[in-house]
């Protein structure tokens, strides 16, 4: 399980690890939204199903995502925790150079058109108290009582 802010590198170290160790990957955005505009969760219910599903079909999995409120549904099965815990301005770099991202977005166009919301949203990690927050992520991390580790730069 990888959690951690967005554009901390929970996609590319969960696709490494799929690629390396021959795991079913699955990015927790994909099922957590509507597909309507504008943007809104799908119940929690849904997402469970999806995830249970997802458990069931693969017995060997690397998920990551933000959402502290599906990651919590998924901790009793993982083997390990990783939390990237990257400094806000490494994340908005990052953000910045995020190569083009087909399964959320239609174009690379319309992915940069999300950028400005999407820095802004980076920036406020550290202040929000939701399920996509440092706070949230903490709270998991240091509750997990399984192998975990905390990654705090690119390298």
Same mark, same amino acid.
């Given at each position: 399980?990888?959690?951690?802010?967005?554009?901390?590198?929970?996609?590319?170290?969960?696709?490494?690890?799929?690629?390396?160790?021959?795991?079913?990957? #699955?990015?927790?955005?994909?099922?957590?939204?509507?597909? +309507? *505009? !504008?943007? =809104?969760?799908?119940?929690?219910?849904?997402? $469970? /199903?999806?995830?249970?599903?997802?458990?069931?079909?693969?017995?060997?999995?690397?998920?990551?995502?933000?959402?502290?409120?599906?990651?919590?549904?998924? #901790?009793?099965?993982?083997?390990?925790?990783?939390?990237? +815990? *990257? !400094?806000? =301005?490494?994340?908005?770099?990052?953000?910045? $150079? /995020?190569?083009?991202?087909?399964?959320?977005?239609?174009?690379?166009?319309?992915?940069?058109?999300?950028?400005?919301?999407?820095?802004?949203?980076?920036?406020?990690?550290?202040?929000?108290?939701?399920?996509?927050?440092?706070?949230?992520?903490?709270?998991?991390?240091?509750?997990?009582?399984?192998?975990?580790?905390?990654?705090?730069?690119?390298?």
């Amino acid at each position: 399980m990888i959690i951690g802010n967005s554009a901390s590198g929970k996609s590319t170290l969960a696709k490494r690890l799929a690629r390396t160790e021959v795991l079913a990957h #699955l990015d927790l955005d994909t099922l957590a939204w509507k597909p +309507d *505009l !504008p943007p =809104e969760r799908r119940s929690l219910e849904d997402s $469970r /199903r999806d995830i249970t599903g997802f458990l069931e079909d693969h017995s060997d999995w690397v998920i990551e995502g933000c959402y502290a409120d599906l990651v919590e549904l998924v #901790l009793a099965d993982a083997r390990e925790l990783i939390f990237l +815990d *990257l !400094p806000i =301005e490494t994340c908005i770099e990052n953000a910045k $150079r /995020r190569p083009w991202e087909p399964h959320k977005y239609e174009s690379k166009a319309a992915q940069d058109e999300n950028l400005a919301m999407l820095l802004d949203w980076i920036s406020q990690y550290g202040e929000r108290s939701d399920t996509f927050s440092r706070a949230a992520h903490q709270k998991i991390y240091e509750s997990y009582p399984g192998q975990k580790i905390r990654i705090t730069s690119n390298q």
